[in-house]
């Protein structure tokens, strides 16, 4: 009887031993190796300013159905196109370079054009 309390309590004692985490000697100080290269680009890298964010567009076009006659030197077509804005308030929306557009549309109200440096361009109301 007395080996079989023995043996319970070292078996006892043995768990609790074991479920106790081994103390870990403070962690030494960690270094890393750099050429001296790779160290002076993140010096560079780190002193120069950040660049700023591309703007969003204020508008895209998403698709664009031509019709174009061509009659000697003269081309004459319709071309309806759909997009998206982004903003609210109006925006130039680019369309075209080196032709002239006479007339725009939107669910029949007139476009107002505007060309600029041989660009056509429609200027878009956004409502968001």
Do not use: C, W
Not at 114 to 120: A, C, K, P
Request: glycine share 8%.
């Amino acid at each position: 009887m007395t080996s079989v309390k023995i043996v319970a309590i070292v078996l006892g004692l043995a768990s609790v031993a074991a479920a106790q985490t081994p103390v870990r000697p403070a962690d030494a100080a960690r270094g890393v190796t750099l050429s001296l290269a790779e160290y002076n680009r993140l010096l560079d890298q780190a002193a120069r300013a950040p660049q700023p964010a591309a703007a969003a567009p204020a508008a895209v076009l998403g698709a664009a159905d031509l019709r174009v006659r061509v009659d000697g030197d003269t081309a004459r077509g319709a071309f309806s196109v759909t997009g998206e804005t982004f903003r609210s308030g109006v925006d130039r929306v680019h369309l075209l370079s080196g032709a002239t557009l006479t007339a725009a549309t939107a669910t029949a109200q007139p476009v107002p054009l505007v060309i600029d440096r041989g660009n056509q361009f429609a200027l878009v109301s956004g409502q968001l």
